[in-house]
């Protein structure tokens, strides 16, 4: 689909992620000359990667609202490159796009693999997480968004280490607790030293996959503690996609139609 504005037809990417950042700097690097891409950037996430091209931000209102966008705005292409825990707006994109008949790809960057060596506890949810805490030790890392600590909550005999990238809306609701403002990208060193500083006996975090969060789990496998980890949610229809070239793959393939 062309925009009636002009000869160019339009990509839109739903950000906040690195993948989603580089997807569309490799979009217009291609094809610029031909392709008009549009970033949207909605979440918890402060201060995301901003990408190059245009931006837009804020949510749409749901699956319709995100279809009368597509429609409204000429959309040719949606690609769906939120984090792998957006659950929500994964499942309004497959609709919206099904509802605007738009091509829709998800870019789900790959779950990260268990090695010899991981003590991984697996958890559904954070709920199940914090009843997986029983036995692992009093002294918590909370390698989590502030949406999930409310699961937490009702854990007792528990000191927990939170960090963030800026500060929290509100107080975690738990009592005995540090609050570590800083901005990676970590190191294993870096992890390793936090976790052995911290007296940290286990860590619970989600299974985000990709590189920019994997230095603590890498830390706890070496220094032999467990981890809680929380799985993703289900992917929706395909096409899904893992890579950012596998992305501009399936972009270039339609392009031309």
Request: with cysteine; proline share 8%; charged share 25%.
């Amino acid at each position: 689909m062309k925009d009636p504005r002009g000869n160019k037809r339009r990509l839109l990417i739903l950000g906040g992620t690195a993948e989603a950042a580089g997807l569309a700097r490799r979009a217009i690097d291609a094809h610029g000359a031909l392709l008009d891409v549009i970033s949207s950037l909605r979440g918890a996430t402060a201060d995301p990667a901003e990408p190059p091209g245009k931006l837009r931000r804020g949510g749409f209102g749901g699956a319709a609202g995100l279809a009368r966008y597509l429609r409204d705005e000429s959309i040719g292409f949606l690609i769906d490159a939120t984090h792998p825990f957006a659950a929500r707006m994964q499942a309004s994109a497959a609709e919206a796009a099904a509802l605007a008949r738009v091509p829709r790809c998800r870019l789900l960057r790959a779950a990260w693999p268990r090695h010899p060596g991981d003590r991984w506890i697996e958890a559904p949810d954070a709920g199940a997480a914090a009843g997986a805490l029983t036995g692992l030790g009093r002294r918590v890392f909370l390698a989590l968004g502030g949406r999930d600590h409310a699961a937490f909550a009702g854990v007792e005999g528990r000191w927990f280490l939170v960090r963030a990238i800026s500060p929290l809306d509100r107080p975690p609701p738990f009592k005995d607790y540090e609050f570590l403002m800083a901005r990676g990208p970590f190191t294993v060193e870096d992890e390793s030293r936090l976790l052995k500083e911290r007296l940290i006996d286990a860590l619970v975090s989600r299974q985000s996959g990709g590189q920019g969060a994997y230095a603590k789990i890498e830390a706890a496998r070496i220094l032999g503690l467990p981890v809680v980890m929380i799985a993703r949610p289900a992917p929706p229809p395909p096409p899904v996609v893992a890579t950012v070239d596998a992305a501009l793959s399936w972009l270039e393939g339609r392009l031309g139609d």
